[in-house]
């Protein structure tokens, strides 16, 4: 599990290659921003997440928790939702807009269309609306 990347995994830097290319400029895991979203595009006042389905909980195909282990997976996946809460609440409470882009849109079987993807994300960013979440499409 150490090999796993909190920071710079292969969806987020897909989502950050397709915002550039659209002309967005950002900030990456700003500290100055309350939890570090993965994105801040400071200029539309929107910070962007990028979350693993398995690490944060998501009602997915693509999340299971483990068969061994479970009450330590069980405690550790309920604090990082916990986690999430805290910083979605700090963050609207500083004025911030926010997203969050599910893995499962991007992977697996239910997975958007990435242009469709991106499409949502950029009106949201030019929107005035203060939340989006992007998740798998399910049946």
Same mark, same amino acid.
């Given at each position: 599990?150490?090999?796993? #990347?909190?920071?710079?995994?292969?969806?987020?830097? #897909?989502?950050?290659?397709?915002? %550039?290319?659209?002309? %967005? #400029?950002?900030?990456?895991?700003?500290?100055?921003?309350?939890?570090?979203?993965?994105?801040?595009?400071?200029?539309?006042?929107?910070?962007?997440?990028?979350?693993?389905?398995?690490?944060?909980?998501?009602?997915?195909?693509?999340? #299971?928790?483990?068969?061994?282990?479970?009450?330590?997976?069980?405690?550790?996946?309920?604090?990082?939702?916990?986690?999430?809460?805290?910083? %979605?609440?700090?963050?609207?409470?500083?004025?911030?807009?926010?997203?969050?882009?599910?893995?499962?849109?991007?992977?697996?079987?239910?997975?958007?269309?990435?242009?469709?993807?991106?499409?949502?994300?950029?009106?949201?960013?030019?929107?005035?609306?203060?939340?989006?979440?992007?998740?798998?499409?399910?049946?």
């Amino acid at each position: 599990m150490s090999g796993i #990347r909190s920071k710079n995994t292969k969806p987020e830097i #897909r989502i950050r290659k397709a915002l %550039y290319a659209r002309g %967005y #400029r950002y900030r990456l895991h700003s500290s100055k921003v309350f939890g570090k979203p993965d994105i801040v595009l400071r200029k539309h006042n929107a910070v962007i997440f990028v979350h693993g389905c398995f690490w944060h909980g998501h009602d997915c195909p693509l999340f #299971r928790l483990p068969k061994t282990r479970t009450e330590f997976w069980k405690n550790k996946i309920n604090g990082n939702r916990k986690h999430d809460k805290k910083v %979605y609440s700090r963050l609207k409470e500083d004025g911030w807009r926010i997203a969050t882009i599910w893995e499962c849109s991007m992977r697996g079987k239910w997975q958007m269309d990435f242009k469709e993807l991106i499409e949502k994300l950029t009106e949201w960013i030019e929107s005035d609306k203060t939340s989006l979440e992007l998740s798998g499409k399910q049946p």
